[in-house]
C-alpha cells in the first residue's frame, strides 16, 4: 500500500496522555476525601474543559468548587510531566521515524489546547 500522509491523534495514540491526566484527577478528588472511579473518568477522555467540568461538577463536595479541583488536576499533571517527562507509547517514535524515512508527510490532529499540545511536542 503506498501512501503519502499519515494523521496521528495525540492523546492516547503517541502520548500516554490520557492515563496522567485519570491519575491526576482521582489525586485532586483525592485530596477533598472523594474516591472517583476510572470508569467515570474515562467517560471525559476527549471531552473539552467545559464539558470535562460539567461532568465532573456534580462529583465535587460541597464548598469545594470545581474549578478548584481542575486548577489541582492540572498542577498534579503538571508536575508529573515536569518531573518525569511525558510518556511516549511502545512504538510511537520508531514509527515516525520510519514514516519521515519515506519521505511522509505526517500529520497531527487532537482535541488538545494549542498550547498543551504544542508542549506535548516539546516534552
Do not use: C
Not at 470508569?39 to 469545594?64: C, H, N, W, Y
Amino acid at each position: 500500500m503506498n501512501f503519502t500522509t499519515a494523521i496521528f491523534d495525540m492523546d492516547g495514540t503517541l502520548f500516554d496522555t490520557e492515563r496522567i491526566a485519570l491519575d491526576s484527577w482521582q489525586a485532586a478528588f483525592g485530596e477533598h476525601g472523594v474516591d472517583v472511579a476510572r470508569e467515570t473518568l474515562e467517560a471525559v477522555i476527549g471531552v473539552d474543559m467545559k464539558g470535562t467540568q460539567a461532568f465532573l461538577s456534580r462529583l465535587v463536595p460541597a464548598g469545594v468548587g470545581i474549578d478548584g479541583v481542575t486548577k489541582r488536576a492540572v498542577a498534579i499533571r503538571n508536575g508529573y510531566v515536569e518531573r518525569y517527562g511525558l510518556p511516549v507509547k511502545k512504538g510511537a517514535v520508531e514509527l515516525l521515524t520510519h514514516l519521515k524515512e519515506r519521505g511522509a508527510t505526517i500529520g497531527l490532529a487532537t482535541s488538545t489546547r494549542t498550547e498543551r499540545a504544542f508542549g506535548n511536542l516539546e516534552h
